[in-house]
């Protein structure tokens, strides 16, 4: 099994290294992709001093895309998501989330939060299936391909929708300590806001989206 680590980012310099240090330290990890989805700051420059394969995108395309681009990179025959924006991530976590995929019981393996931020507590436990933090075999990715080009925010939604349809078994870890920083931080209140609203927008609007 060899793992490709995809990291979707967009605008997330000051907060992507933290997250790639954690895969570097990582040893089941053998491949490490950055897509920089058309970034105005330096994402794709911090990227690059780690050492990582990065794939710049020339406009922003989405998270979708994002990803898509980032397993048409990847040699590895697993494929590992993680945001950028992740706070609290040690490489233990990554391997915890590793280890349960090759339990061999599930065939998509989701990573959900705990004693990190209340907000994003309380959401991953209605809805785990929001966390973009994954890992799953290549085979299924693509079976998505097309879904995952088209889908922006909403891309976990129809992932899982994807996955209830055609049965893959799926569990989910929990990673105590792990979260995001939020919208707001990052673009302040308004602009905060307004991203949050656009990303609510493409998880409902893939909700109903037929697959």
Not at 10 to 23: H, M, P, S, T
Not at 113 to 123: P, V
Request: charged fraction near 25%; charge should be neutral; proline fraction near 1%.
């Amino acid at each position: 099994m060899k793992i490709s680590a995809i990291v979707p980012a967009y605008n997330e310099a000051a907060r992507i290294g933290a997250v790639l240090e954690a895969l570097l330290a990582a040893p089941s990890v053998a491949e490490v992709i950055v897509v920089d989805d058309g970034s105005t700051d330096k994402t794709g420059d911090v990227a690059h001093r780690y050492g990582v394969k990065v794939v710049r995108l020339g406009e922003n395309q989405g998270k979708g895309a994002a990803m898509a681009a980032g397993a048409q990179e990847a040699s590895g025959d697993t494929l590992l998501f993680l945001d950028a924006d992740l706070t609290g991530l040690t490489a233990q976590h990554i391997e915890d989330l590793v280890q349960a995929y090759r339990a061999g019981d599930a065939e998509v393996v989701i990573a959900v939060f705990r004693k990190g931020r209340m907000a994003t507590d309380l959401s991953q436990r209605v809805v785990p299936f929001l966390s973009g933090q994954r890992i799953m075999g290549r085979q299924l990715w693509e079976k998505a391909q097309a879904l995952a080009n088209t889908s922006d925010f909403g891309i976990e939604t129809a992932l899982t929708k994807l996955a209830f349809r055609e049965g893959w078994r799926q569990k989910t870890v929990v990673w105590e300590g792990v979260s995001h920083v939020r919208k707001e931080e990052k673009r302040g209140f308004w602009l905060g806001l307004c991203d949050r609203l656009r990303m609510y927008g493409d998880v409902v609007r893939s909700l109903f989206q037929r697959i």
